[in-house]
């Protein structure tokens, strides 16, 4: 069974900075698909970002283009959300997630095809 642990929340105010970063183990970190998505208090789990196995390829939900970058280092098994110019509306607990995938270099935004998932880390954004 696969583990996954994020880190690096907190509290920030508006406009400022935070990297989060989710470290894998038990499982061959560069055969997955690798995703973050966020759960506001009250509203559903959403996805934020996706990157492919090797990394050539992201996908990011429309709010958070061109501030949040998500990145992977795969002989560190760890994938990386670099989130900058952050809102209120940022606030959710953020969970990183590791989709597996045979061969090709897709990203996925459903978070029912995501295999293994981490604890999360509360991320909350003041105004």
């Known amino acids: 069974q696969g583990q996954l642990v994020e880190s690096g929340g907190g509290l920030v105010q508006a406009g400022g900075s935070l990297r989060l970063s989710c470290a894998a183990s038990?499982?061959?970190?560069?055969?997955?698909?690798m995703g973050w998505f966020r759960q506001a208090q009250g509203k559903e789990r959403e996805f934020v970002a996706a990157?492919?196995?090797?990394?050539?390829?992201?996908s990011y939900r429309d709010s958070v283009k061109g501030r949040f970058i998500i990145s992977r280092d795969n002989t560190k098994n760890t994938v990386y959300l670099q989130m900058s110019s952050l809102k209120p509306e940022d606030t959710a607990v953020y969970y990183c997630a590791a989709d597996f995938q045979i061969f090709g270099a897709r990203v996925e935004a459903r978070s029912g095809m995501y295999d293994y998932w981490g604890q999360g880390t509360q991320v909350t954004v003041s105004s």
């Open positions: 038990d499982f061959t970190f560069n055969n997955y698909v």
């Open positions: 990157i492919s196995r090797n990394g050539n390829n992201v």
